[in-house]
T-cell receptor, first 117, second 116 residues
Framework: AQTVTQSQPEMSVQEAETVTLSCTYD???????LFWYKQPPSRQMILVIR??????QNATENRFSVNFQKAAKSFSLKISDSQLGDAAMYFC??????????????FGEGTQLTVNP | EAGVVQSPRYKIIEKKQPVAFWCNPI?????LYWYLQNLGQGPELLIR????????DSQLPKDRFSAERLKGVDSTLKIQPAELGDSAVYLC??????????????FGPGTRLTVL
């Protein structure tokens, strides 16, 4: 079974600064997808960024980028130019690419990000 | 485009009572998921539907939990009887062409259940 670990329960950053959230995972599969989701206090989970394991290039979405290290099974999220609206719980998630595994997402424990003005 | 709708948003019941949650997925999404999110933890899948068929319910406690997705659109998740440990947020999500490569799951706001 796959596991996802987020070792930082809480992180804080000054507005306009950069912060990196860590995530490691364990799997025996070679093909899979990794995600970062954001969950603001309203609780609606929103997809931030997605990475396909077969792609070597790190995914980027505006101020959000990832550092995907497949051999190390590491998938960190970097938020540049942090904004107050970035404050939320961030979840790292894994999904197998195998059809037999379906589309089940396995989530980490989450990192609560605080943005200080 | 309307998002995933869930109701109620909050529910408080006494233990041993029944409770039901309702979810309306995004129009056209054939795959629907119910997740359980305990306080301070990430969501865990309870059940996944492809159209009206439950294709992954291995994590659903079938002695007290049941779910249905009639006509492959709306879904209801039921707990009977509820226990104190069922207090959590119940999230519904939907996607198009579930099981395919990297299709995005869209989440609803969740129902926060408190069992007294």
């Amino acid at each position: 079974a796959q596991t996802v670990t987020q070792s930082q329960p809480e992180m804080s950053v000054q507005e306009a600064e950069t912060v990196t959230l860590s995530c490691t995972y364990d799997t025996s599969e070679s093909d899979y997808y990794l995600f970062w989701y954001k969950q603001p206090p309203s609780r609606q989970m929103i997809l931030v960024i997605r990475q396909e394991a077969y792609k070597q290039q790190n995914a980027t979405e505006n101020r959000f980028s990832v550092n995907f290290q497949k051999a190390a099974k590491s998938f960190s999220l970097k938020i540049s130019d942090s904004q107050l609206g970035d404050a939320a719980m961030y979840f790292c998630a894994y999904r197998s690419a195998l059809e037999t595994s379906g589309s089940r997402l396995t989530f980490g424990e989450g990192t609560q990000l605080t943005v200080n003005p | 485009e309307a998002g995933v709708v869930q109701s109620p948003r909050y529910k408080i019941i006494e233990k041993k009572q029944p409770v039901a949650f309702w979810c309306n997925p995004i129009s056209g999404h054939n795959t629907l998921y119910w997740y359980l999110q305990n306080l301070g933890q990430g969501p865990e899948l309870l059940i996944r539907y492809e159209n009206e068929e439950a294709v992954d319910d291995s994590q659903l406690p079938k002695d007290r939990f049941s779910a249905e997705r009639l006509k492959g659109v709306d879904s209801t998740l039921k707990i009977q009887p509820a226990e104190l440990g069922d207090s959590a947020v119940y999230l519904c999500a939907s996607s198009f062409m579930g099981g395919s490569a990297g299709d995005e799951q869209f989440f609803g706001p969740g129902t926060r259940l408190t069992v007294l």
